[in-house]
């Protein structure tokens, strides 16, 4: 897969991820109950596709607004226009390079999450008769993702890295907390059918968690994949 994705220049990335959650969520068991995944992957390369947009469309918004800026700056200071747009241009390249990055992963592997866990179903069967069966839901929103993975950022420079396993718990935590499941049985009926042999669910899921990209340095890569 990395060298799949190494050889298309990041091209199959979506088709990759698609196979790596397929994989792992089809072979995710709690007792007796077989988690099972559909998701089409035309909807990875949508996504993957509008991400690269949104980072074309950031890093040509920072441009501009540095561009902007300098001039703006020039004008009130009655100083050389061109030498300032000339000083805040490459800082604005580099600020929007970092912002767009960010935006770029919060939307990738937000919607990423999302698609995953909503293409996800539980279901417990006995004697060939479904006993229970839930439907996940992701809910993770883009923009409180991105204001989280800039809060990290920003503390992992200050704190000269300290701060990264905040920053890696801070992440897990919204992650658990957009996530749901629903079912018309009762989830302690779910539990009795299920089997006891659930030990090692929370590992389980919490690889399943991570599944949407890598935390990287400061929670958005896709790396991790």
């Known amino acids: 897969s990395v060298l799949l994705t190494v050889v298309t220049l990041g091209l199959a990335l979506p088709a990759v991820i698609w196979r790596w959650h397929t994989f792992i969520m089809n072979n995710l068991r709690f007792g007796n109950a077989q988690f ?6 035309g909807y990875y390369f949508a996504i993957y596709w509008i991400a690269m947009g949104v980072l074309m469309g950031a890093l040509l918004v ?51 999450f999302n698609l995953m866990w909503n293409s996800t179903q539980l279901n417990v069967t006995h004697e060939g008769n479904t006993k229970f ?12 993702y991105a204001g989280k993975l800039f809060v990290n950022f920003g503390l992992i420079v200050v704190t000269l890295g300290l701060a990264t396993p905040w920053a890696m718990v801070n992440l897990f935590r919204y992650k658990t907390q957009s996530l749901s ?29 991570d599944l949407s990209g890598g935390e990287g340095f400061f929670g958005g890569g896709v790396a991790g994949l």
């Not at 099972?36 to 992957?41: G, N, R």
């Open 36 to 41: 099972k995944f559909k998701a089409d992957v």
């Open 62 to 112: 920072s441009v501009l607004l540095a561009v902007l800026v300098g001039a703006l700056l020039g004008w009130v200071m009655s100083d050389g226009v061109g030498s300032l747009m000339t000083a805040f241009l490459p800082i604005g390249i580099v600020v929007g390079y970092v912002a767009a990055i960010v935006m770029m992963q919060a939307y990738m592997n937000g919607r990423f």
């Open 133 to 144: 069966n839930g439907m996940f839901a992701g809910e993770m929103k883009v923009m409180p």
């Open 181 to 209: 499941v629903s079912s018309a049985d009762s989830l302690e009926h779910f539990v009795q059918v299920a089997g006891t042999r659930t030990n090692a669910l929370g590992e389980e899921l919490s690889s399943a968690l």
